[in-house]
């Protein structure tokens, strides 16, 4: 694969959020391709290129636990840090109110393999050799710009490069996941819009379809 990298993922629990789903969280049966992109960026970002994530492998069978999990209501007021930092005064954070207790099905030990490529986004730093070179490094070494996680971000992610060939799938068969989230179009910023593709397992790993694909659909 040209520009390509493979990263494995682990896991105790992560939740890929079904964005159909308002109130409580319920998790798709795979990681998705923006969540893996999210992973590979955390490893290395770089404004000269861009992940495309090609396929993913499920590396262990699918499990599903029920959480319940303590959320906040809202953000904290910027008024609030301002006020803070003028008076030198404790910053008033939340209220009791703000806490809810929430429902989730989440997803529990996933081992994923995530093979990806990146794409030029401009004429600079077009240095195929030195991009490869660095995520590799820095996969290596366990580097990261922050913690990378598997959907929300108390679930951190273990990440390691892959050598040699991707192991065998313990999933069999044709498994038909429905539509699933491909990524946010970020190409208008005051108009982002989420795109969706039919996703499928073949024996345990999960085609994503290129950016131009008519397979990805708003």
Known sequence: MPRGVTLRVTGEYACFTRPEMKVERVSYDVMTPSAARGILEAV???????????????????????????????????????????????????????????????????????????????????NEGKHLDVFNRRAAKGQCFHRPYLGCREFAARFQPQEGPAPASPLAGERDLGWMLWDLDYRNPNDIQPRFFHARLENGVMAVPPPESPEVRR
Do not use: C
């Not at 499990?63 to 003028?86: D, W, Y």
């Not at 030198?88 to 703000?98: A, H």
């Open 44 to 126: 290395y970002w770089k404004p000269a290129i861009r992940w495309v994530v090609k396929r993913i492998h499920v590396l262990k069978p699918i499990n599903f636990t029920n959480l319940r999990r303590n959320e906040l209501a809202r953000k904290i007021p910027v008024g609030s840090i301002k006020k803070a930092m003028k008076s030198g005064g404790p910053l008033e954070v939340f209220i009791e109110d703000d806490r809810q207790q929430r429902a989730a099905l989440v997803l529990r030990d996933v081992d994923y393999l995530i093979e990806a490529e990146f794409q030029f986004t401009s004429q600079e730093d077009q």
